[in-house]
């Protein structure tokens, strides 16, 4: 994770386009500034960076089903529920399913876990349209290099 530059997601384990899901993984770092102030001597995952980790998480499959020709933009959070703390370190399994598509929106169901256990999950509505520039795809061109992207889930 790159907190900073809000890379959340390190790289993917699964992509299963027939049944419209993905696994990855991320770590939390050890040290970050965020952690300064969330919380002073008891450090913890901030609430609202575990859901943009299960919406990065979302976008790429949802990337991945439209063949990398539309962008998915976070549109509506719902019913995200915290179940427990992750402290720094900690490395987080995320996964998400889709669970409807139509109309320019698709909604994720997404869950964390660590060691097993649910640490959050939510429903994710998202907003798609064709990349707005050829500057943002090739930033996402290059983020799915980084995290291990199938390049063969694009191929028909």
């Known amino acids: 994770m790159q907190l900073e530059y809000f890379q959340l997601i390190d790289r993917i384990l699964d ?22 102030g969330h919380f002073p001597g008891y450090p913890i995952m901030p609430g609202v960076l575990l859901i ?5 998480t979302s976008g ?8 990398f020709e539309r962008m998915p933009f976070l549109a509506a959070v719902k019913e995200a529920k915290m ?16 669970v409807h598509e139509g109309s320019g929106y698709a909604i994720t169901d997404a869950k964390i876990k660590v060691g097993g ?3 959050c999950n939510s429903t994710i509505t998202f907003s798609h349209v064709p990349f707005p520039n050829p500057d943002l ?17 694009l191929q028909s």
């Open 15 to 36: 992509l299963n386009l027939d049944e419209k899901t993905i696994t990855v993984e991320a770590q939390v770092p050890k040290q970050s500034t965020i952690f300064e």
């Open 52 to 56: 943009e980790s299960m919406a990065q």
């Open 60 to 67: 790429w499959l949802l990337l991945a089903l439209f063949k």
């Open 83 to 98: 179940r427990g703390f992750v402290p720094p370190g900690e490395l987080l399994t995320i996964e998400a399913n889709l």
């Open 117 to 119: 256990k649910l640490r």
């Open 137 to 153: 795809r090739g930033h996402m061109d290059a983020v799915a290099k980084r995290i291990g992207f199938p390049q063969q889930a």
